[in-house]
């Protein structure tokens, strides 16, 4: 082809024809250009299509996460609900304790777990670390995930100030005799009867004050606010797929 043009220039010069010559010289030039927009064009529509099939990767891994998520906190959230429900009369019976017997027996209704709740975010920190956010198209969709990922960020970081709260509830020196009775009452050598026990039914002695404390917080908090966050996140979850699913869709991928 190239030696073809200049073919054609070299007779146009010889027979003098300067004029078609120009002409056909322009000619040549916009057809350079042209050739240059449409590879330009090309270029553009094939690295478009690669951010688009890299977007809908992130988009089907990211529902994977959040189904995982939704799982796994409903999970948390029915062991929570147990836990609620085991421990709806723990106050109102420490209230009528009188024995040793009778504190055991309410200790083993307040359950709970220091742990905070966890999320799946392997594909949303690859997004940030790539720059893959840049690439999903629906800013709204974006903006709902961006919020999601801050809002479970501030969660975990009040809960884990919570967790530190009630283990400060629980090392208080004046649970201490409450605390021995918990480790030992089961010790066949362990003489109940050498113990002072009268703060069980004294509501006004320390201890019963900070184990009444302690287990405020536990209901109330570790277990009561967790649940609330948890609950929160998972509707939050829910709402995600949808919109993710909806993008999906828009792009004829069913999965």
Known sequence: MIKFFRRIRQR???ENKFSKYLIYAIGEIILVVIGILIAIQLNDFNEDRKERKKELSFLL???DDINSDIRDLTLRDSIL???QSSQEKGLE?????KSVKDILTLDSLIQYRWQSFVVNRKTYDEMLTTSGIYIIK???LLNHLSDHYALIETYQKNYQ???EDGRGHY???NLDPFDFIKKHYRNKSFDITRLDTTWISNHNSLTYLALSRFYSHVILAVNGIKRRYITEILTNSKELVVEIEQELRKNNIQK
Do not use: G, H, P
């Open 138 to 140: 629906n800013r709204e």
């Open 171 to 173: 090392k208080a020196s």
């Open 81 to 83: 609900a147990v836990y």
């Open 61 to 63: 891994k990211l529902k």
């Open 12 to 14: 146009l010069l010889s």
């Open 93 to 97: 019976l420490l209230l009528e304790a």
């Open 161 to 163: 100030e919570i967790n």
